[in-house]
């Protein structure tokens, strides 16, 4: 029997193949995709708008008899009528317009119509309104119901998705394609929610005194509703992956001691007590023989690296190898040099598998790989491609994971052995408050570096107008003499990285004439590997004073004596990406200075986040600051990655759920296991994906 589920949209009136192709495109192709395929928002088309009530902005029905048209031939040619009720009057203008449509609007006629008022040359207007000529003496009704504005597509108007959601409505209350009430009575009573059928009629058809507010701004109980049983079938999927996951097995590396003591032997300082703490935790997972599935947040320059080679040399030691995943080839570059530096008197070795390796080199690299000897492997998303087999990969750290979404994860965990997974480490600088990451990371267990190292100093972080940008050179001037180092960051918004680049080589060739007798060097996207590795090594030698950089340095990029960083167009950056780039400073015990460069006059937003960043130095901070001004999509990352895609749920907005959502998650796998199923078949398309893990 075909449901919701399974029925082909084709089976609906109106669909043949064109329109099937088209709804395809939407993602549409049962029932079911169709009855949750939200209106975007909803027209009143309810009663008739008195003309002398209209004001500019207002979306109406109207019933008028023109008065006057005439053709104007302005910069368009336009078809202008003027029409009235008695009580006022308002312009209809039309570009399109044929010939039959000429003769049929003249004056004495009269014309039902909907549009939306604006304010024209010669009082109100509505542009190529709906509309319809009428019988003045014939009574023709209004819509019952508010009416439902689809997301749409070409080939696909309004109309259309209105008669087939129509369509799909009239099954919801026939039991033989009735959608199926997923969510157990019991969540439905503690969490008041509305039965499922209720809320897509509601959602769909609104009756004419539904609050239209609530209903576009998610507050409705039906639109909660439907969240609600989206991101709990979210939340229900990364757990059951995880549990999936854990039911693997994963070699349990239980030697580590000698090397581990060693190294920390060796190092420049102590751990701090946090780096200890994380570390340990990271310890006794990778001894068990299921998977380690482990978050390692940590504000940035709190020193996650060591604890990602703290357990690559447990790995080391028991034999298996470790893949280090970094966002950027720089970043991966920089991993691959300290790790080499501090394996090396262990005899550890550590391979770098660049994206611009090619041939010979790169083929010896791999046979080294694939026989065992490079014991830790280092590199980007690169690391994933086909040809890459490790001898024994037995733990993955993915460095700073909002770059990274979960398929990435899944993706390197096929490295593995046959029939062994191997241990995850994530590592990410992105402090997301507990809620959020309850939700983005409901498979990850969490550990938190919640501390600095000894001896760093705050920043001082100050915002300063652009017109005094001489007197920044000045002061950056006296400081490179004194033996500082500086970073200048050029940003341009939605800028080309050919853009980028020029800007950044200009702002460098001005720097260099405004600084003379000092060192300034370049790096920027579009530069070749080599020379970017080449400027970041001289700097970090020490041989170059001023790096002017595009924001390639923005995460991970650690050179610990430059102590001034220069952000030009700080009001247009946001949070998360100003408070990772003034974190590259700061790094080491010189007391470090961020200057934010801005441009007057400030919005209301760009003013609170650079006050923001003024008075404080905490990440969480900061993001619980973000998280207010930007909503969840951009704290997580999940614009660029994907990492969590809703259909209906909007993080931002729903954020109070979430907390319920997690608990229901809980109820529903102890006492309601079946439905876990059939929630993930309906709301998380990735789901084959992640059954196949
Ligand atoms: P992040 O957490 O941002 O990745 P890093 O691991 O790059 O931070 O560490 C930042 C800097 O702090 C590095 O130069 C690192 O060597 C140094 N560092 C790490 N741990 C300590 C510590 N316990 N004491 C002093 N310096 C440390
Ligand atoms: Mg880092």
């Known amino acids: 029997m075909p449901d919701t589920a399974t029925m082909p949209l084709n089976r609906l009136k109106g669909v043949g193949p064109k329109v099937a192709e088209h709804l395809e495109r939407l993602g549409l192709r049962v029932l079911q995709d169709l009855l949750f395929h939200l209106p975007l928002r909803y027209q009143d088309r309810t009663h008739i708008t008195p003309l002398g009530d209209l004001r500019a ?26 029409v009235s009720d008695g009580s006022g009057f308002v312009q209809l203008r039309f570009f399109h317009f044929n010939q039959v449509q000429q003769q049929a609007l003249v004056a004495g006629a009269y014309i039902r119509g909907f549009g939306e008022a604006r304010r024209g040359p010669q009082g109100l207007e509505i542009t190529h309104p709906e509309y319809r000529l009428i ?27 209105r008669r087939l959601a129509e369509q799909a409505l009239v099954r919801l209350h026939d039991p033989r394609y009735a959608p199926t009430e997923l969510l157990p009575e019991s969540i439905l009573a503690q969490w008041h929610l509305l039965p499922l059928i209720e809320a897509l009629q509601a959602v769909h058809q609104p009756p004419p005194d539904s609050a239209l507010a609530t209903l576009e701004s998610g507050a409705h109980p039906a639109l909660r509703r439907l969240a609600f049983e989206e991101l709990l079938a979210f939340q229900l999927g990364l757990r059951q992956l995880r549990q ?13 001691d000698a090397l581990c003591t060693r190294f920390v032997q060796t190092l420049p300082f102590t751990l701090t007590t946090a780096q200890l703490r994380v570390s340990a935790e990271v310890r006794a997972d990778l001894a068990l023989a299921t998977p380690m599935l482990r978050l390692v947040q940590g504000d940035v320059g709190s020193g996650k690296t060591v604890v990602a080679a703290l357990a690559s040399l447990q790995a080391a030691a028991s034999g298996v190898q470790t893949a280090l995943m970094a966002p950027t080839e720089l970043l991966s570059e920089q991993h691959f040099q300290t790790l080499q530096r501090w394996f090396a008197p262990l005899a550890v070795e550590v391979a770098w598998l660049g994206g611009r390796l090619k041939g010979k080199t790169r083929a010896a690299l791999l ?43 899944l993706a390197l965990r096929a490295k593995g052995r046959l029939n ?14 507990r809620t959020l990451a309850m939700t983005a990371y409901a498979d990850l267990d969490v550990s938190v570096i919640d501390e600095l190292p000894r001896g760093r100093q705050p920043i001082d972080t100050v915002a300063i107008p652009e017109r005094r940008r001489d007197e920044v050179i000045q002061r950056i001037h006296t400081a490179l003499r004194e033996g500082r180092q500086a ?85 247009r950056l946001g949070l998360a990406q100003l408070h990772q780039l003034r974190g590259r400073v700061g790094r080491g015990e010189i007391k470090s200075t961020c200057v934010l460069l801005y441009r007057s006059p400030l919005s ?38 994907g990492l969590v895609q809703f259909h209906i749920a909007d993080l931002a907005r729903d954020a109070a759920l979430l907390p319920k959502v997690a608990l229901a998650a809980e109820s529903v796998l102890q006492h309601h296991p079946e439905c876990v199923a059939p929630l993930l078949q309906r709301w998380v398309r990735q789901g084959q994906q992640y059954s196949e893990v």
């Not at 019952?144 to 689809?150: A, D, G, K, S, V």
């Not at 997974?421 to 600088?429: D, E, F, K, N």
């Not at 006050?611 to 999509?633: H, K, M, N, V, Y």
Request: glycine residues 6%; aromatic residues 4%; proline residues 5%.
């Open 367 to 409: 046979a080294r790989i694939a026989q065992g000897q490079a014991t830790v492997v280092v590199g980007t998303h690169a690391l994933f491609q086909d040809d890459i087999v490790f001898a024994n990969l037995g733990l993955m750290i993915i460095d700073e994971q909002h770059r990274f979404g979960v398929h990435q994860r």
């Open 244 to 256: 999936r996951i854990r039911q693997h097995r994963a070699p349990a590396l239980t030697a580590h």
């Open 57 to 82: 902005g207002d979306e109406v029905v109207f019933q008028a008899e023109i008065r006057a048209a005439q053709i104007i031939y302005g910069k368009r040619r336009s078809l202008l009528l003027r």
């Open 420 to 433: 062994q997974t191997p241990h995850q480490l994530v590592m990410t600088a992105t402090p997301i408050p």
């Open 135 to 161: 019988d003045p003496g014939q009574p023709l009704p209004v819509a019952e119901r508010l009416t439902p504005i689809y997301p749409a597509t070409e080939g696909l108007n309004q109309p259309l998705l």
């Open 487 to 571: 970073y200048w960051v050029c940003t341009l918004i939605d800028a080309s990285e050919v853009l980028l680049a020029q800007a950044a080589e200009d702002t460098a060739a001005q720097l260099a004439a405004a600084l003379p007798g000092l060192r300034v060097g370049l790096i920027h996207g579009r530069m070749k590997a080599a020379d970017k590795e080449d400027a970041m090594a001289r700097f970090k030698a020490g041989a170059l004073q001023l790096l002017v950089a595009t924001t390639v340095i923005e995460v991970g990029v650690d050179v610990p004596n430059a102590s001034l960083m220069i952000i030009e167009n700080a009001e």
């Open 604 to 641: 209301e937003q760009a003013r609170a986040r650079l006050s923001t960043l003024r008075e404080t130095q905490d990440g969480f901070a900061i993001a619980r600051r973000d998280l207010e001004l930007r909503g969840p999509g951009e704290v997580l990352g999940t614009r660029q990655t």
